[in-house]
């Protein structure tokens, strides 16, 4: 199984200031047929499902805020939060999708400093 | 809009059964794979199986192989997950998630609500 270690488990920002979460996986997860990362991004908040944010991970999902954006590849991946709004607030959760079984990395709770 | 809501969860003595449903809405259900995900305060999310579109492939995480079967009715706009030989282990949120694309192990790009599932005597 692909491991996906997430880091920090926690932290917390001023109000418009950048959260960085970091991602690595036990492997990689590069295809090597498109060139793309097998990578995905979600966001959950209290009592919500998980929100996909990001896949291929750099490309953004319809409707998602410009304010995240997703970087990496091979094993080490960053989700951006670029200015960060009240809103924000969440556990955010990596996933990879290079091969079964889909593993998701164990969250990092972001917070208001 | 996209729309899955669960169903079926509840308590339920080890050893045994649940049937989960999800019914799918605003897309044609028929053109995609879905899956299953679980999520406990100590795993953390958990993927649990997958159903292709056609329903001809289907997988699970090992400790869900032999115990439960992933399954859909096109024809209803409803995925299952039929839940056997429970184990205090298995207690969590079950939320089933569309995938993305049109294979079958891609990224997840709605989920439901979630059904919650407790095993315990």
């Known amino acids: 199984d692909v491991v996906m270690t997430q880091s920090p488990g926690s932290l917390a920002v001023a109000l418009g200031e950048r959260a960085t979460i970091n991602c690595k996986s036990s492997q990689s997860v590069l295809y090597t047929s498109n060139n793309k990362n097998s990578l995905a991004w979600y966001q959950q908040k209290p009592g919500q499902p998980p929100k996909l944010l990001i896949y291929w991970a750099s490309a953004r999902e319809s409707g998602v805020p410009d304010r995240f954006s997703g970087s990496g590849s091979g094993t080490d991946f960053t989700l951006t939060i670029s200015g960060l709004q009240a809103e924000d607030v969440a556990v955010y959760y990596c996933?990879?999708?290079?091969?079964?079984?889909?593993?998701f990395g164990g969250g990092t709770k972001v917070g208001i400093k | 809009q996209v729309q899955l809501v669960e169903s079926g969860g509840g308590v339920v003595q080890p050893g045994g059964s649940l049937r989960l449903s999800c019914v799918a809405s605003?897309?044609?259900?028929?053109?995609?794979?879905f899956h299953w995900v679980r999520q406990t305060p100590d795993k953390g999310l958990e993927w649990v199986a997958v159903i292709s579109y056609d329903g001809r492939i289907t997988d699970y995480t090992d400790s869900a192989r032999g115990r439960f079967t992933i399954s859909r009715d096109d024809s209803q706009n409803t995925l299952y997950l039929q839940l056997d030989s429970l184990r205090v282990e298995d207690t969590a949120v079950y939320y089933c998630?569309?995938?993305?694309?049109?294979?079958?192990?891609?990224?997840?790009?709605?989920w439901g609500q979630g059904t919650m599932v407790t095993v315990s005597s």
């Open positions: 996933q990879q999708y290079y091969n079964f079984p889909l593993t």
């Open positions: 605003g897309f044609p259900f028929i053109n995609y794979a």
């Open positions: 998630a569309r995938d993305a694309q049109p294979g079958y192990g891609d990224w997840l790009d709605y």
